[in-house]
């Protein structure tokens, strides 16, 4: 985590994100405008601070929760003839050939076959990564509200 901490803020997408709607929604206050530009990158870099220290502890719950749901549906003989589960699964088992089978002898088979794993668990991933995808910007939003909220009630930056 602490290498995680490390990377430059100001290049991370989340920092981008909040940067730009910080811009868009934020500076149509008259005391917001008078900032400069250090302490407007001073607020945006305090709540993606903020937003990443919490998507980072949602995330490790959420894979939790994931895999306890996966245990629950998927593995469990009890949900079987569920119709999601039974789709869930076929692209599981449609994707077992691939991995434990032959490769190729080039680079660029190898990397064909990566492609066409991938491809095939593109469903499985977008139903799980989604709901995390989501948080990550409805999170910055509601902290820069905060932020905004006690700036306005104060009148100065905090």
């Known amino acids: 985590m602490r290498a995680l901490m490390k990377i430059d803020i100001r290049k991370s997408v989340q920092y981008k994100y909040i940067l730009y709607r910080f811009n868009k929604k934020f500076l149509k206050n008259e005391t917001l405008k008078k900032l400069s530009q250090e302490e407007k990158d001073k607020i945006c870099i305090e709540v993606a601070k903020k937003t990443r220290n919490i998507t980072l502890i949602f ?8 895999l306890f749901l996966f245990y629950i549906l998927v593995i469990n003989p ?17 994707v077992y050939p691939l991995i434990n089978g032959n490769w190729g002898s080039g680079i660029n ?38 932020r905004y909220n006690f700036g306005s009630q104060t009148g100065l930056p905090r």
């Not at 995330?59 to 994931?66: E, L, P, R």
């Not at 076959?113 to 910007?137: D, E, G, Q």
């Open 59 to 66: 995330g490790i719950i959420y894979i939790f929760v994931m």
């Open 109 to 146: 088979k190898k990397r064909g076959t990566v492609l066409l794993i991938c491809i095939k668990l593109l469903p499985i991933f977008i139903i799980n990564a989604v709901p995390l995808l989501i948080f990550i910007p409805v999170t910055a939003n509601i902290l820069l509200k905060r």
């Open 78 to 94: 009890q949900y079987q003839n569920n119709t999601f589960v039974k789709w869930y699964r076929n692209i599981l088992d449609s």
